[in-house]
């Protein structure tokens, strides 16, 4: 059964996948058919063809590699006396043409999202509700009922933003000694006392405490870290702390047996955390927070020798009611969320924040969709194609992205020449194009066979990066 269920996926994941081809390619195919240019042949696949047949003009084709596919028009890549030619066409119908496969990347990745999105109960705001009691953030100005508008120049339109924003945000080392970070150990502290009531609630209170008396305790802890967060001065920091203490050893009366231990917060020579200027609308006005610290952490011993520091949200945001209008609302800001991810995430690398081992090609892109078809599964079969719709999602909205970058060979690049052509009124020589175009496109199979070789090594050695 569980080798039907791969399959299944497998199988999904290879129809979405040239789905996405084929409305990339049939965006390029029907506005030429509509500019009057002269369409030779449309494939869905790549290599030996397995189905084909004429209609017309043009040969339709299924070929055997389901890996792309193609949108062959006449006069495309080489020089061609037929008036119904490609380069014979007006240069804005020629603009059309190459645009048109990115902008139907986009309404594929559109109509995906909103699969994903109208089955869920509820969506989530960028207002902050509270925060956990060891929050970082709200030890450095952030507050609840704060709308999260910009996070270090990065617009913020839903959840999505936020989450990737922060993710990407610089890691340093801040000033040890500073009121912040004091506050932030200070609710560390109390946090850990509540650590150690729950852990040792047999040996303290007699018996293990319910869900219930749990999230008692819990309030507590939220509750008096409250004046933690908005103490002036250490030593009212070192009160507020000191004081929620008091009261978690109070719950149940067990400070009648057994006195609070206060600890001692010291400077440390090193603070990592990510941190970055956050603006929010407060009250109805704009105002901006410099260098809000969140929640950073190593997630084992090995990352903290190596100074790798992780980063979590340390804070709730508002519900938001699903309705006919949020649905389409948060399916038009996450399709477009996807492209700025992607945008963002190609300056970053330009800026070398990111390396070639954060880039994945068609081997990396497989392995992911498994990756995650797996994770749902551990759900339900539903669970894991709607995990495996999500990244179909993004690596279409990341295709149509990548194809209107001003690169030669892709359709941004030949987009830029039609521009010139534009400007100039008269087309820039063909050879020149083809040979551009050319280098270009063998520039991006290099780098595709250097990215597709880097995922194998990857998968071989295991050091994939997971989810």
């Not at 913020?156 to 610089?170: E, G, M």
């Amino acid at each position: 059964m569980e080798i039907l269920t791969t399959i299944a996926l497998i199988i999904i994941g290879i129809l979405l996948f040239e789905f996405i081809i084929f409305a990339h390619e049939f965006g390029h195919f029907i506005t030429a058919k509509k500019s009057g240019v002269q369409v030779n042949e449309f494939a869905l696949g790549m290599g030996p063809k397995l189905i084909s047949f004429q209609k017309g003009e043009t040969r339709y084709s299924l070929r055997l590699f389901p890996i792309g596919g193609f949108c062959a028009m006449e006069g495309e890549d080489e020089s061609s006396d037929n008036p119904r030619a490609f380069t014979n066409a007006k240069v804005w119908k020629r603009m059309i043409i190459i645009v048109a496969g990115a902008f139907m990347n986009f309404v594929v990745g559109f109509l995906l999202m909103f699969i994903v999105v109208v089955q869920q109960p509820v969506f989530e705001s960028t207002i902050v509700s509270g925060f956990i009691p060891d929050s970082f953030s709200a030890n450095c100005g952030l507050q609840a009922g704060d709308k999260i508008v910009d996070v270090n120049g990065y617009g913020i339109l839903n959840s999505r933003d936020l989450q990737f924003a922060i993710q990407t945000l610089p890691c340093e080392n801040v000033d040890p000694a500073s009121l912040e970070v004091y506050k932030q150990d200070c609710a560390i502290e109390a946090r850990n006392t509540f650590v150690y009531l729950r852990d040792n609630a047999k040996e303290l209170y007699g018996a293990e405490l319910s869900d219930g008396e749990l999230q008692g305790l819990y309030n507590i802890l939220s509750e008096n870290n409250k004046a933690i967060n908005t103490a002036a001065s250490r030593e009212e920091a070192e009160r507020a702390m000191k004081a929620s203490i008091d009261k978690l050893y109070a719950y149940k009366n067990l400070s009648a047996t057994k006195k609070p231990e206060y600890p001692v917060i010291t400077v440390r020579d090193e603070r990592m955390r990510f941190q970055g200027d956050v603006t929010v609308e407060r009250e109805g006005a704009r105002q901006k927070l410099e260098k809000v610290q969140f929640y950073s952490y190593y997630a084992s011993e090995e990352a903290k020798a190596e100074k790798k520091a992780s980063v979590m949200i340390d804070f709730y945001v508002e519900p938001i009611e699903k309705t006919f209008g949020s649905v389409l609302s948060q399916t038009v800001t996450q399709t477009i969320s996807m492209g700025k991810t992607v945008w963002q995430s190609l300056i970053m690398l330009v800026q070398g924040r990111f390396s070639i081992n954060d880039l994945s090609g068609p081997v990396g892109m497989t392995k992911a969709v498994s990756m995650v078809a797996q994770e749902g599964l551990k759900v339900n079969f539903l669970s894991a194609v709607n995990n495996i719709i999500f990244i179909m999602a993004l690596i279409t909205v990341n295709l149509g992205v990548v194809n209107l970058l001003p690169f030669p060979a892709l359709d941004g690049g030949r987009f830029v020449f039609l521009v010139v052509e534009a400007i100039i009124r008269r087309p820039l020589p063909r050879k020149f194009e083809y040979i551009v175009n050319g280098v270009g496109l063998a520039m991006l199979l290099i780098f595709i066979a250097i990215i597709s070789v880097k995922d194998i090594w990857q998968l071989i050695t295991g050091t994939f990066p997971t989810i």
